[in-house]
C-alpha cells in the first residue's frame, strides 16, 4: 500500500510505517496538483498537517484514497464527514502535542510579563546606545506566580496548561461548553502523582478574573474573543493565542492593545495564514510564532508514532 505524506513527517513514523510493510511517499505536491498525482500513483492514504487542504472535491476525485492521517490535531483543512461518509479513515493524533503547544503558551507568558518580546526587537537596534533607557522601559516585569490564568476551552492542551500553571503556583480558572468539572494529574520527578479536580466556570468569571487568558478551543464558525469579550477583561490583561486564528477578532485586539485594555497579546496562530496581517506582525506589544505549538522534536515523534500504529492497525 502506497502513503502520500505531503507536508513533512517524523522519520521515526516513516520508520514504522516502511517496517509495517508500506511503500511511503515523502514529497511535497502542490495543492493543484495532489488530484493527478495521487491517481497515478495510486495513493492508498495520504497524511497532511495543516498546509494541505483535503476537500471534498479531492476526496471525490480520488477513488483509490482509503484513508486521510492528520499529523497533529486541528481537521479544519479536512471534509471529514464527507470523507467517513464515504467509507474513508480519517485519523489524527489528539494526545501527542498537548504539552508541547501547552509549552509554547508559557514561553509567551514569561516572555511577555518581562518584555522579551520588545526587548528582543531593541535590543539588537539601540542595546548598546541606549542600555540604561531600555533597562529603565522593562523594569516593571511581574511574576507570573500567585496570577490568575484564565483557560478557555479544557481539552487535552486546556488540561496541560492548567498543569504547567498550577506547578508555577498560579490560579488557575477554567470555562469550557461541555465540561463541567474534570481531574488533572501531576507528574513530579520522583513518580510522585497529585490529582487536582478542576470546577470549571462561566466564560464570563474567566473573562472577569484572569490576569491572562488563553484559548484551546478548536476552530469555530464564530470568533469567541472580540471587542464585547476584551471590554469585560481585567485592564492590562494578557491574551495568548495558539489554538486557531478564527476565534480571536484580530482587529479587536489590536485595538484592545492600543487602548491599554490588553498590555500584551501572544499570537502563534492568524486569520490568514501564512500571510499575517501586518498590523499585528509589527505590533510592539506581540510576541509572533508561526504556527509552531506542535514543532518540537518530542511532539513531532509522538505524533509519527502514533499515526503509524493506527494506520498499520487500519491497513496493514
Ligand atoms: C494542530 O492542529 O495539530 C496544530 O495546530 C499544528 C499544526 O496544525 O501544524
Known sequence: MKILINDGFSKSGID??????????????????LENYINEHTIDAIIVRSATQVRQELIEACPSLKLIGRAGVGLD?????????????VINTPMAS????????FAHLFGGVRFLHSSNREMPLEGDSRFKELKKAYSQGIELRGKTIGIIGFGKIGKEVAKIAIGLGMKVLVTDNQI??????????????TTFTIETVDKSEVLKNSDFITLHVPDQDNYIITATEFEK?????????????GILHEVDLVKAIESGKVQFAGLDVFETEPTPA???????????????????????????????????ELLG
Open 16 to 33: 514504522a510505517l516502511e517496517k509495517g510493510g508500506f511503500k511511503v511517499i515523502n514529497v511535497k505536491v502542490a495543492q493543484n496538483q
Open 233 to 245: 477583561m481585567k485592564d492590562g490583561v494578557g491574551i495568548i493565542n495558539t489554538a486557531r486564528g
Open 77 to 89: 483543512n479536512i471534509d471529514v464527514e464527507y470523507a467517513e461518509d464515504n467509507g474513508l479513515h
Open 98 to 105: 498537548s504539552s508541547s503547544v501547552a509549552e509554547l503558551v
Open 278 to 312: 501586518v498590523q499585528l506582525l509589527m505590533n510592539p506589544e506581540i510576541s509572533l510564532t508561526p504556527h509552531i505549538g506542535a514543532a518540537t522534536k518530542e511532539a513531532q515523534d509522538k505524533i509519527g508514532l502514533e499515526l503509524a500504529k493506527q494506520i498499520i
Open 180 to 193: 463541567i468539572s474534570a481531574p488533572i494529574t501531576l507528574d513530579f520527578f520522583n513518580g510522585q502523582k
